[in-house]
Every structure is written in C-alpha cells, then in structure tokens.
C-alpha cells in the first residue's frame, strides 16, 4: 500500500542553523500537509498545500517557516533559523481530493541544540 | 478553548476486557470525525472517518461510533498489540486542516 515517506528520521541542528525536512506524499493526492508535535503534547497544525500553493497556515508557521513543493514529487518544509522550542516530531500528510482519509508519514525527529 | 477532548488520558487494560474511548467535540458542522492510532516515535496511522451520526465503522477489534456531540472508540477483547496512543480529530471549518485532541493511552497486559 502507499505511504507517506520522510527525510531524515532524525536531526539534530544547532540553534540558528536552516534546516530543511523532505517528504514524498503518496502519488495520486492532491492536498499536502505539515503537523508536528512536541514530546509530550498534542499533533498541531503547521500548514496545508494545495494547487501549488498553500491553502491555509496555523499561528506556529509563521515568516520563518516556509514550503516547496520542488518537483512532481517532493514537499519540503524550510525552518529558516531554528529556535529551541522548534524542537519537535514533525509529520507530513497528504490526501486525495475527497479529504476523507489523511493519511501521515513516519515523522522526522527535529532537536535543536 | 479545546474543540476535541478525549477521555481518559490513560487506559489500562487486561487482554480480553473490553472497553471504550470517547472523543467529545465541539465544531459545528462537523465535516467528519478522524480516528488515528499512534505508536511511540512513529506517525497517526489512519483508522477512520466517520460523517453522520449512527455512523460505525469496524476494523478487527475495534469500532468506532458517532452521535452529535461524541464519538466512542469501542475496543473488544483487546491484545497487548492493541495498546498505543489513540488520536481523535476534527477537520476546522474550511476543512483544510486537523484538530486534534490529546489522545488516549491505552495499555494491554497479559
């Protein structure tokens, strides 16, 4: 069955550093997402993506967050300069154009130092 | 204000003694009602979704139920593989993103 695909599993950055995580969401959907989570916490909403563009953004995904998707493939999501609290599990999803079933990737692990 | 509230945080539970889950929200209109189970370190993995009220769906041992306000979680003779952190959502109200509630811890012993 298709899945949900990220890179890397973990990262570990310093603080101020770029960072970029990659995912490939299954290949027929249409609506591309980014959720994370904080140890502990619940999943939160960063942003959706449709159309090339995005449709909707969260409070979180503010001037230093942004995505791409690069080719027919990818969707990335770009932290321009870490912070601390930018510590989290970070989750890619995707879903047909019903919406009716999201479907989430494996998460990569992001630790800022 | 939380739109999603699941009870309990925790569940602990002999194989074979059955229980549920509640998920109560709080939208209206709602556009459906997700069930997700998640494991330590991985992502949600899809269960359901249900739309109208006196909807259930099944998928080995569980089953989920939904009225107006809540949605139940009804786990049968659970096994010790069944345990993990089940995750309830709610589409907002453009339907382009998830509200999740904080989920229940469900553990299984032998």
């Known amino acids: 069955e298709p899945e949900v695909t990220q890179t890397p599993s973990h990262q570990v950055t310093q603080m101020g550093q770029e960072v970029i995580l990659r995912c490939v969401p299954i290949?027929?959907?249409?609506?591309f997402y980014w959720y994370r989570q904080i140890l502990g916490q619940k999943v939160e909403f960063l942003v959706s993506f449709y159309n090339n563009e995005i449709s909707e953004k969260s409070e979180i995904f503010d001037d230093q967050f942004s995505v791409e998707r690069p080719d027919g493939s990818n969707f990335t999501l770009k932290i321009r300069s870490t912070k601390l609290e930018d510590s989290a599990m970070y989750f890619c999803a995707s879903s047909e154009a019903t919406r009716d079933r999201v479907f989430f990737g494996p998460g990569t692990r992001l630790t800022v130092l | 204000e939380d739109q999603v509230t699941q009870s309990p945080e925790a569940l602990r539970l002999q194989e074979g003694e059955s229980s549920s889950l509640n998920c109560s929200y709080t939208v209206s209109g709602l556009r459906g009602l997700f069930w997700y189970r998640q494991d330590p370190g991985k992502g949600p993995e899809f269960l359901f979704t249900?739309?109208?009220a006196g909807e259930e769906k099944e998928k080995e041992r569980l089953k989920a139920t939904l009225t107006k306000k809540e949605s139940f979680l009804h786990i049968t003779a659970p096994k010790p593989e069944d345990s993990a952190t089940y995750l309830c959502a709610v589409p907002n109200q453009a339907g382009t993103a998830l509200i999740f509630g904080k989920g229940t811890t469900l553990s299984v012993s032998s």
């Open positions: 249900l739309y109208s």
């Open positions: 290949s027929n959907h249409l609506y």
